[in-house]
């Protein structure tokens, strides 16, 4: 009997990417730990508090000018809702990541701020996030005392998949946009998932595709060929979109 051919994501720039299979996803969540590739994170803490964030303080003056929210000041309800880790490359790239579901978009700090990440999804995507209940990640790498940060509408991307995009950005010119997965490819070509998406695609400024995440069964990563700095970022970004789904388990 021929063995079962997983289903595997519609991908744009397919052959540009490489596929790599993710450990750790699933099973118990207790020192869970996420690896691909070269990539591995440190145990994943959940429900972590103010010992838990190797960052800070390095913006724990309300007054200091680095326009994004401390996710420290959580409220303990949503402590639940929270997980952070530190992945590494094996070589000399290191990062903190800290993520937070249930976020209030309005404690993301809008101002006059160019870079904020709320007047970047108006300037560069046309769109405004109002939403109460918001999926909200920073992640610092290596020495930079400045997150790149994701906002994530999980509702939305399931609910509008074809329409929906997601932000992870560090500046008006440094970001990419993720937009759902919706088809997937069989031996006859893209097709098309029921409902809702089955991962996420994440393309740069040219609307190129440099990753992908698939979430279904154990998961699955896509990285491009870029440089090392840049592949290690986006593998930040797809752990963290793997380690997000499990808030809703």
């Known amino acids: 009997m021929a063995a079962c051919t997983p289903f595997k994501p519609a991908l744009?720039?397919?052959?540009?990417?490489?596929?790599?299979?993710?450990?750790?996803?699933?099973?118990?969540?207790?020192?869970?730990?996420i690896s691909f590739d070269t990539y591995t994170s440190s145990r994943v803490k959940r429900s972590w508090?103010?010992?838990?964030?190797?960052?800070?303080?390095v913006a724990v003056n309300p007054v200091v000018d680095f326009w994004y929210p401390e996710l420290l000041a959580v409220d303990a309800t949503d402590k639940s809702q929270t997980f952070c880790f530190q992945l590494s490359d094996g070589l000399q790239n290191h990062s903190d990541a800290y993520a937070s579901a249930h976020f209030e978009t309005e404690r993301l700090l809008v101002g006059n701020n160019?870079?904020?990440?709320?007047?970047?999804?108006?300037?560069?995507?046309?769109?405004?996030?109002?939403?109460?209940?918001?999926f909200y990640a920073q992640v610092f790498i290596n020495q930079d005392a400045k997150p790149w940060q994701l906002v994530l509408d999980n509702?939305?991307?399931?609910?509008?998949?074809?329409?929906?995009?997601?932000?992870?950005?560090?500046?008006?010119?440094?970001?990419?946009?993720?937009?759902?997965?919706?088809?997937?490819q069989t031996s006859q070509g893209p097709?098309?998932?029921?409902?809702?998406?089955?991962?996420?695609?994440?393309?740069?400024?040219?609307?190129?595709?440099?990753?992908?995440?698939?979430?279904?069964?154990?998961?699955m990563v896509y990285l491009s060929n870029a440089n090392a700095e840049e592949r290690f970022l986006l593998a930040n970004l797809c752990t963290i979109l793997l380690l997000q789904q499990n808030l809703a388990e």
């Open 12 to 33: 744009n720039n397919a052959d540009a990417l490489t596929e790599y299979p993710v450990k750790g996803r699933q099973g118990l969540l207790i020192n869970q730990k």
């Open 49 to 57: 508090t103010k010992g838990g964030n190797t960052r800070l303080p």
């Open 114 to 134: 160019p870079n904020s990440v709320v007047n970047i999804m108006r300037d560069v995507m046309s769109v405004d996030i109002d939403r109460e209940n918001m």
């Open 155 to 184: 509702i939305e991307s399931q609910k509008n998949a074809k329409q929906y995009t997601g932000l992870f950005e560090y500046d008006k010119g440094r970001y990419y946009q993720l937009k759902p997965i919706t088809h997937l």
């Open 191 to 219: 097709k098309a998932v029921w409902m809702g998406s089955v991962g996420y695609e994440i393309s740069n400024p040219a609307g190129q595709t440099v990753a992908a995440v698939s979430l279904m069964d154990k998961g």
